[in-house]
């Protein structure tokens, strides 16, 4: 789930990326409820209350840095700000049914139908995926903040934490994501993922027949992508 638009910038030339830690973690949340509650079209067209984004950001950022595949992008001259993230975790082909499953809470009907959607798109992953595939990363969240958008910075974190090494350690296989925005699904396209599954956001309706996805940016379906290791350029040793 990637986020992207256009305001006052903030140069990107001078940031730090890195691995992120479970000390980032209060960092992290504070700049998700800053940027990417705004930013991803699937949550304004929710209007997600705080709650529900507390459940879904919180378990995200818990699972997502248990492993060293996440990367945290760091202003040093703005005090520290967070200007970015990429949250991705390990799923395994031998782990239990839901283990990449988005948290779910009590929460309002629209949010509980959108996370089901969300859970949907993976599913049936690894039926879709190559064979010899038995771990993959995660992609759960992409997230710019406004004043840095439109710098190249989602391309540079896509590879920046993929060590071949790393890599090799995980058994990691391929990438995958459920690119939920019309500006994430062109950068994955660009770098060589390929679609495996795509769901129209107008198939989900509620109990009275309202449809619960109206995307402002003119995205108009959800993709699960891919793609494989070997297919990924200029990976660090």
């Known amino acids: 789930v990637v986020a992207m638009s256009s305001l006052a910038k903030t140069t990107a030339s001078n940031l730090i990326y890195r691995v992120a830690v ?116 995660h992609r759960e969240i992409v997230s710019v903040g406004t004043p840095y958008m439109r710098q190249g910075i989602s391309s540079k974190m896509l590879t920046h934490n993929l060590s071949k090494k790393l890599l090799k350690q995980y058994n990691i296989g391929g990438l995958i994501s459920e690119a939920s925005s019309l500006a994430n699904q062109k950068v994955e396209e660009k770098h060589g993922f390929k679609t495996l599954l795509s769901k129209p956001y107008d198939k989900v309706t509620d109990s009275n027949g309202n449809q619960v996805l109206k995307l402002d940016d003119g995205t108009t379906d959800m993709k699960l992508n891919f793609i494989a290791i070997g297919a990924l350029k200029n990976l660090p040793e």
Not at 32 to 42: G, I, Q, R, V
Not at 48 to 70: A, D, I, N, Y
Not at 117 to 123: D, I, Q, Y
Request: hydrophobic share 45%; glycine share 2%.
């Open 22 to 137: 479970k000390e980032d973690s209060a960092k992290l949340l504070d700049f998700l409820f800053k940027y990417f509650a705004k930013d991803e079209p699937c949550n304004r067209a929710l209007q997600m209350p705080h709650h529900v984004m507390e459940v879904l950001f919180t378990g995200t950022v818990e699972r997502c840095l248990q492993k060293p595949f996440s990367t945290i992008v760091i202003n040093p001259e703005k005090n520290d700000e967070v200007a970015a993230c990429l949250l991705a975790s390990v799923w395994n082909r031998s782990d239990p049914a839901g283990e990449a499953d988005f948290a779910m809470g009590m929460f309002p009907e629209n949010c509980q139908l959108f996370v089901k959607f969300l859970n949907s798109m993976h599913e049936d992953f690894w039926k879709l995926a190559p064979k010899d595939v038995e771990a993959v990363i």
